[in-house]
Protein backbone atom coordinates (compact mmCIF):
# COMPACT_ATOMS: atom_id res chain seq x y z
CA UNK A 1 0.00 0.00 0.00
CA UNK A 2 1.52 3.53 -0.99
CA UNK A 3 1.59 6.26 1.38
CA UNK A 4 0.07 9.56 0.89
CA UNK A 5 2.05 12.63 1.61
CA UNK A 6 0.73 12.89 5.21
CA UNK A 7 1.00 9.56 5.88
CA UNK A 8 4.48 9.90 4.54
CA UNK A 9 5.71 12.66 6.54
CA UNK A 10 4.18 11.14 9.61
CA UNK A 11 6.32 8.24 9.53
CA UNK A 12 9.32 9.78 8.67
CA UNK A 13 8.87 12.19 11.54
CA UNK A 14 8.85 9.65 14.16
CA UNK A 15 11.68 7.73 11.92
CA UNK A 16 14.14 10.46 12.44
CA UNK A 17 13.40 10.47 16.12
CA UNK A 18 10.91 12.85 16.35
CA UNK A 19 9.09 12.87 19.58
CA UNK A 20 5.61 14.91 19.38
CA UNK A 21 2.38 13.05 20.53
CA UNK A 22 -1.00 14.49 21.90
CA UNK A 23 -1.08 15.16 25.28
CA UNK A 24 -4.38 14.23 27.58
CA UNK A 25 -6.14 17.30 26.30
CA UNK A 26 -5.37 15.96 22.83
CA UNK A 27 -2.66 19.22 21.93
CA UNK A 28 0.00 18.18 19.99
CA UNK A 29 3.33 18.78 22.25
CA UNK A 30 6.69 18.72 21.03
CA UNK A 31 10.00 20.33 22.23
CA UNK A 32 12.18 20.75 19.71
CA UNK A 33 15.20 21.31 21.38
CA UNK A 34 14.74 18.20 22.44
CA UNK A 35 14.28 16.82 19.20
CA UNK A 36 17.14 15.47 16.91
CA UNK A 37 18.33 18.11 14.08
CA UNK A 38 17.08 16.12 11.80
CA UNK A 39 13.60 15.92 12.89
CA UNK A 40 13.73 19.52 13.35
CA UNK A 41 14.84 20.04 10.01
CA UNK A 42 11.64 17.86 8.65
CA UNK A 43 9.11 20.24 10.82
CA UNK A 44 10.57 23.50 9.68
CA UNK A 45 11.11 22.91 6.13
CA UNK A 46 7.61 20.55 5.60
CA UNK A 47 5.31 19.97 8.12
CA UNK A 48 5.62 23.66 9.44
CA UNK A 49 4.06 24.31 6.26
CA UNK A 50 0.82 22.51 6.39
CA UNK A 51 -2.72 23.40 6.62
CA UNK A 52 -4.05 23.48 9.57
CA UNK A 53 -6.53 20.45 8.58
CA UNK A 54 -3.26 18.52 7.32
CA UNK A 55 -1.30 19.34 10.37
CA UNK A 56 -4.47 18.07 12.75
CA UNK A 57 -4.09 14.66 10.41
CA UNK A 58 -0.20 14.64 10.50
CA UNK A 59 -0.79 14.90 14.51
CA UNK A 60 -3.25 12.06 15.10
CA UNK A 61 -1.38 9.91 12.42
CA UNK A 62 2.16 10.13 14.59
CA UNK A 63 0.26 9.49 17.69
CA UNK A 64 -1.63 6.26 15.85
CA UNK A 65 1.60 5.24 14.72
CA UNK A 66 3.84 5.56 17.92
CA UNK A 67 1.14 3.43 19.60
CA UNK A 68 0.93 0.83 16.86
CA UNK A 69 5.20 0.22 17.14
CA UNK A 70 4.78 -0.14 21.35
Do not use: C, Q
Request: net charge negative; hydrophobic share 40%; aromatic share 8%.
Amino acid sequence: MELDAIEYLAAKYLEVGGTGRLDSHRAFVRIAEEEPEAANALWRNRIDSLTDDDRRRFELLVEELRVATN
